[in-house]
């Protein structure tokens, strides 16, 4: 069955930086596009961003373009955020999804 296990979160000050993984199984990860999504307390969820299966398209919800990175490693099964120039407002837990599966996710704090 579908797996997804994200890592990597943590408490950051307002500026910092952090790298999310995603290591899945359970489906031919090299041939379809994966996504992160978040969700804030209280808030509903919301998309960040997609990469496409051989990592040669990105997109970005606008709110982190500049800011974030998607990548991935098909030899590793694996998807990656970079986060970069963290805000308050990124505060959220973050999933990677595959259809509509996601992992348990990470919890990402910014502090101000």
């Known amino acids: 069955q579908v797996q997804l296990a994200e890592s990597g979160g943590g408490l950051v000050q307002t500026g910092g930086s952090l790298r999310l993984s995603c290591v899945a199984s359970?489906?031919?990860?090299?041939?379809?596009?994966m996504n992160w999504v978040r969700q804030a307390p209280g808030k509903g969820l919301e998309w960040v961003a997609v990469i496409g299966s051989r990592g040669l398209y990105t997109n970005y919800a606008g709110g982190v373009k500049g800011r974030f990175t998607i990548s991935r490693d098909n030899a590793k099964n694996t998807v990656y955020l970079q986060l970069n120039s963290l805000k308050p407002e990124d505060t959220a837990v973050y999933f990677c999804?595959?259809?509509?599966?996601r992992g348990q996710g990470t919890q990402v704090t910014v502090s101000s």
């Open positions: 999804q595959h259809g509509s599966n």
């Open positions: 359970g489906f031919t990860f090299s041939s379809v596009e």
